[in-house]
């Protein structure tokens, strides 16, 4: 499942980014692209965290985060599932 970017979920855009402390300001003023803007601007001042700092990452980050949040589960696609694992017969190999 994936959210609605283009609403804004009950309580806001919130982030939290746990090796710096930091939250994401205002969370009910942000639109999905001004908070990954925000957190992304956040990512590249620190430089432990500068490799998580491009907008697809910080896009998928947004969503979990706030997925996990409101409690909602994320479901795999089909074809990204992997194959049921086949027992074979160890005498035949069937």
């Known amino acids: 499942m994936r959210l609605n970017v283009s609403t804004t979920p009950n309580g806001g855009w919130q982030y ?3 090796e710096t402390g930091w939250s994401l300001p205002n969370p009910l003023n942000h639109s999905f692209s001004s908070a990954v803007n925000t957190i992304a601007k956040h990512r590249s001042a620190n430089p432990v965290l500068a490799s998580k700092a491009g907008a697809e990452q910080v896009a998928e980050d947004l969503e979990a985060f706030t997925m996990a949040r409101l409690g909602i589960k994320a479901t795999t696609p089909p074809a990204a599932r992997p194959a049921p694992r086949i027992q074979r017969c ?5």
Do not use: I, L, N, S
């Open 90 to 94: 160890g005498f035949c190999g069937r």
């Open 16 to 18: 939290y980014q746990p």
